[in-house]
């Protein structure tokens, strides 16, 4: 095999690695967390993530639900993430970034712009834009669960008759 058909192979390799690289470690960054989450992943899974656990890889396309305290969500570059705190879901892509809160005890939240420009919209209808000139949000739960549950693992295993 000639050096330029290795050449060309090592450099398609090296292109894939970077390229698997952002699906399978996550295009979402989630920083300064400081309360419980629920992921809601683009095949329909669902995961809540409690303050003190760690958090897994977020894929394109996923919802994330602000359940209790804040959290800095950023979509990297060529991503895309909604964000949903209480009545109100923002629509992150390529570069933008957030803080999000909400107060399950007065069921009511904030959306903060840190970065783009973030479509917003409401149950109730109304939509707007965050950016630097307007860059928050306030909103309250709505029609929308806020409970969070949390069930401890019983550790049986044993199969059901």
């Known amino acids: 095999m000639s050096v330029g058909k ?3 192979i090592w450099v398609f390799m090296l292109f894939l690695t970077f ?13 300064q967390r400081t309360g419980s989450i629920k992921i809601i992943y683009p095949d329909g899974k669902e995961v809540i993530v409690a303050v003190d656990e760690e958090l897994p890889s977020i894929p394109d396309g996923s919802t994330i639900i602000i359940l209790s305290g804040s959290a800095e969500i950023t979509a990297t570059e060529d991503s895309f993430v909604n964000v949903q705190v ?56 709505g029609s929308v669960e806020t409970e969070v549950v949390v069930e401890e693992d019983s550790g049986d295993i044993t199969p059901s008759e």
């Open 6 to 8: 290795k050449y060309k």
């Open 19 to 31: 390229a698997l690289t952002n699906l399978v470690w996550g295009a979402i960054t989630i920083s």
């Open 86 to 141: 209480g009545s109100t879901t923002a629509y992150l892509d390529g570069g933008d970034s957030l803080e999000a809160s909400f107060n399950p005890d007065t069921a009511s939240g904030n959306l903060n712009w840190l970065a783009g420009e973030i479509e917003y919209s409401t149950l109730e209808g109304e939509a707007g834009t965050l950016y630097s000139s307007n860059p928050s949000f306030s909103t309250d739960a």
